[in-house]
């Protein structure tokens, strides 16, 4: 290997073990209460439904809520929150469209931005300086969704999202026995949010 190669892999490795450091600074300082980081991070006192959903600690989370309820304002706290407490957490959002997931990756990053953690980005992804990463991902197409693996998975207007989209996000945490937390307005007795809905097993929140 030539002296020049060697020197970009010593220099890659060094830089890995700078960012584990980092890492681990960061995840000491994040508020061990998450309703409270997320007040700090949103700049507004939450409701008991929010804090609810901050506070969850079940693997499998379901949110019944209309539209302009601020159900995914909440949601992208909770996956900011999730990203700066657990260095090299694995974040994925979905959603009907691109568009939307994007939407719900630029309110991720506001939370970041406030909270004052330290984060790069790019079109897709979010990188904290912990490890830890947020990425977009469209509803609509299976195939950019097959094959990811996550800590943490996201769905918002999940009743919204297309089956075939769904039935590749389950194996996303299959690995990793990652949580799935489940946001939408209602859309029919059909689909993984009515499984989800209807399950002893799920947590459900219905937001008043």
Not at 69 to 95: D, E, F
Not at 136 to 141: E, K, M, R, V
Request: aromatic share 2%.
């Amino acid at each position: 290997m030539p002296a020049r190669d060697r020197q970009l892999v010593a220099l890659s490795a060094d830089l890995e073990r700078l960012r584990a450091r980092l890492g681990a600074a960061t995840a000491l300082v994040v508020n061990p209460n998450p309703s409270r980081w997320a007040s700090k991070a949103l700049g507004v006192a939450l409701d008991d439904w929010q804090a609810e959903i901050m506070e969850a600690d079940s693997h499998r989370i379901c949110v019944i809520a209309s539209r302009q309820s601020g159900k995914s304002t909440i949601t992208a706290a909770r996956a900011a929150y999730t990203a700066a407490a657990n260095p090299g957490h694995r974040i994925v959002l979905v959603s009907p469209t691109f568009r939307q997931s994007n939407a719900l990756r630029s309110k991720v990053l506001g939370c970041l931005q406030r909270a004052e953690v330290g984060h790069d980005q790019t079109r897709e992804e979010i990188r904290l300086h912990n490890g830890s990463t947020i990425r977009a991902l469209p509803g609509d197409d299976p195939d950019k969704v097959r094959g990811a693996t996550a800590d943490l998975v996201i769905i918002d207007e999940a009743a919204f999202v297309k089956t075939s989209v769904t039935s590749a996000v389950l194996p996303m945490l299959a690995s990793t026995g990652g949580d799935l937390i489940a946001v939408s307005t209602p859309n029919g007795p059909l689909g993984l949010f009515h499984e989800l809905a209807t399950s002893a097993d799920v947590l459900c929140i219905r937001v008043p």
